[in-house]
Nanobody, 123 residues
Framework: QVQLVESGGGLVQAGGSLRLSCAAS????????MGWFRQAPGKERDIVAA????????YYAGSVKGRFTISRDNAKNTVYLQMNSLKPEDTAVYYC????????????????WGQGTQVTVSS
C-alpha cells in the first residue's frame, strides 16, 4: 500500500480554479492507478477522475468533464487535479485514492485513501 496526503484545497469563487495535489509515499507509486473522489455533506463519495499507472488512460465523471484535468508525475510520486470553471456544486471534501487499475477505482475497490482536503466554491 501507499500512504497518500492531499493538499491544495481552499475557498474559491465560482468560475475560479484550484489545483489539488496528492503526494504518495512508497516506491511502488508508479504501479498504481490513481483517482480523485469527492464527498459533499449528506452524499456518497463519488469518483471524479482517474488515471492509469502510465498516465495514458484517464476517466472523468460527466459532471467535471471538460473542466477538470487529472495528471501524474511518477518521478515525484504525485498526482494532480486541475479544477477550472468551478461551480458551487463542486463543493466537497476531495480524496485521493490508489488502486490496482482504473476499473478498481471505478467500482470502489480502493487500496489506499488520503485524509481529504476541503474545497469550497462560493457563488
Amino acid at each position: 500500500q501507499v500512504q497518500l496526503v492531499e493538499s491544495g484545497g481552499g475557498l474559491v469563487q465560482a468560475g475560479g480554479s484550484l489545483r489539488l495535489s496528492c503526494a504518495a509515499s512508497g516506491r511502488t507509486f508508479s504501479s498504481y492507478a490513481m483517482g480523485w473522489f469527492r464527498q459533499a455533506p449528506g452524499k456518497e463519495r463519488d469518483i471524479v477522475a482517474a488515471i492509469s499507472w502510465s498516465g495514458g488512460i484517464t476517466y472523468y465523471a460527466g459532471s467535471v468533464k471538460g473542466r477538470f484535468t487529472i495528471s501524474r508525475d511518477n518521478a515525484k510520486n504525485t498526482v494532480y487535479l486541475q479544477m477550472n470553471s468551478l461551480k458551487p456544486e463542486d463543493t466537497a471534501v476531495y480524496y485521493c485514492a490508489a488502486a490496482e487499475d482504473i476499473y478498481d477505482l471505478r467500482v470502489g475497490s480502493i487500496g489506499s485513501w488520503g485524509q481529504g482536503t476541503q474545497v469550497t466554491v462560493s457563488s
